[in-house]
C-alpha cells in the first residue's frame, strides 16, 4: 500500500477533530453537557490554586479564553498525531481519539448533578471523529493510487480530498462555536440569575384563603408552577440579557426621559400581587392561560416621573428583540397592579418568561401588554405607531374576554357513573367572576361551587358534582361576572381580537 504524504495524514486528523467537536457541542445543546466545557470546568478543579492565579494575573476575565484555547491547543495537537498515526499503523490513530474521548467523558461525568445522559456529547463526538478519520484516510490512500494515472485525474482526485477535508474541518468548528458561544452566553445568564436575591415586597399579595383552592385532582392548580405556566413568543433563541447591563429607558412623549438599571430597579419599594395572564390565541377551552405570584414596581410610577404628555394615548413597550407591544397608558396609569415585574412564583423571571424584566398588566391579552425582555417604553399615540401583532391584523386595544374551562373529567374519557366532579377555572382578569354554571346535554344550568376570589385579576377555580348517569353526555360551562354579564355564547375565532363560545365537552359514562 502506497504510503499518504505525512502533510495529508496530518490534515485528515484535523478534520477529523473538527467533525468530533463540531457533532459533540451541537448535540449538547439539546441534551447532556458540553464535552468542552465539561472539560474545561474538569481541568479547572484540578489546576493547583499558583496556576489559576497566574493565569487570572494576566488575562483576567479572559482567564476562561486562555483555557479553552489551551484545551483546543491540546485537541489539535492530538489530533494531528492521531492523523499521522493512522497513517502508518491504522487503527491506531482511532485509538487516539477514542482516548480523547475517554477524557472527556470522564471529565463530564464527574461533574457535580451530571446526569446519566451527560457523556453522550462526548461519546457521539468522538464515534463521528473516528468515522470522519477513517474515512478521510482511506479516501487519501485511494488518490495516492491514481498519482500514476494521467496527471488531470490525479489532480482533480487530490483536489477532492483536499475539498472534503478543509470543507468537514470548517463547517465542523464553525459548528462548535456556534453552539459553544450560544450555550456559553446562556450558562452565564442562568449563573447571573441564579445569584440574585430578590427584594421582600413593600406591598405583599395577601395570603391564599384556603376557600381559594378546591381539592379536585386534575383542576388547574391556582398558582400555576413557573415549570407549566404556558409560554408564547417569537422569539427562536431566548434573548440573553445580562442584568448587570440591562437597562429600562422610558422616552418618546414624556417631559422627563427616564432610564433605570436592574439594581436601581430591585431598590424600589416592590409590589407583589397574583395576577392571571393570557393569550389572545387561546381558543375556548385552550390551555394558553396561567397564574403567578409576580414581583414587580408598578409602572404607574415610573410612567409618573417621566411624566407623559397630555395627549399620549399609548406605550409601545419594546423587547431586546424587536419585539412591540401597544398598550392603552390608562391601564399603566389607572389604580391596577401593571408592574415592570422582575420576579415569578418567588423566583428571578426565568430566562423564557422575560428575564430580567417583562411587563404584567391584568385585563389585557398578552399580546398588547406583557412584554418579555422589555427594555423600552416609548410613550406615544396609536395614530403614530403600530405594535407587532397589529401589523400582523390583530386588534389594536386586546381587552381580556371573560371565559371558563372545563379542566376534569378530561373530553372524550370514559367515567363511571354515579357522583362525577366536573371542574375548571374561570377568568375575566380585571373585573371578576361571580358564578359558574355547567349544562349537562340540554338539562337545566347548574350552579358550581367556587373557589373565593383571590382578587379581581385572577381566575378562580369552580366545581360541581354531577349525578353521571349511562350514557355518552356533553358538558358545557359558562361564567357571569360581577358585573352580572353572562359570557359571549358566540363561537368566535380567536382573530383578531379573542376568542369567545362556550367550552363543552363530550364524555362517556
Ligand atoms: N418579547 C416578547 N414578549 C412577549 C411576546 C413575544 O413574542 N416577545 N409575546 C407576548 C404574548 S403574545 C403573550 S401571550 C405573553 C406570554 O407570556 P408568557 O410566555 O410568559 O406566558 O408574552 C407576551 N410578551
Ligand atoms: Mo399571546
Redesign the pocket.
Known sequence: MRRIPWATGALAGIAAACVGLGVGELLAAFVGTSPLSGVSSFVIDLTPGWLKEFVISFAGTADKVVLILSLLVVVAVTAVLAGLLERVRPPWGSALLGLLAVVAVVAVSTRSGATPLAPLPAVVGAAASIVALRLLTRRAVREERVVDAPAAAAGSTRRSFLVTSIAAAVIGAAAAATAQTVSLGSRAIETARRAIRLPQPATAAPPVPPGAILDVPGISPLITPNAD???????VFL?LLDPAEWTLKITGMVEHPVEIGYDQLLALPMTESRIT??????PVGGP?I?TATWLGYPIRNLLAWAKPLPDADMVLSK?????T?GTPIEALTDDRDALLAVGMNGAPLPR???FPA??VVPGL???V??????VELEVTRYDRVQA??TQRGWGEQGPVKMSSRIDVPIAGRKVSAGTVTVAGVAWEQHTGISKVEVQVDDGPWNEARLGDALSADTWRQWSWDWPAEPGTHTLTVRATDTDGVLQDTTMRNVLPDGATGLHAITVEV
Request: hydrophobic content about 35%; some cysteine.
Open positions: 405556566f404556558y409560554r408564547i413568543d417569537t422569539a434573548p395572564i393570557g393569550c389572545v390565541s387561546n394558553y396561567s423587547s431586546s428583540d424587536g419585539f407591544a423564557e418568561h422575560g417583562r411587563m391579552f398578552g399580546y401588554s406583557a412584554t418579555k425582555w422589555v407587532y401583532w
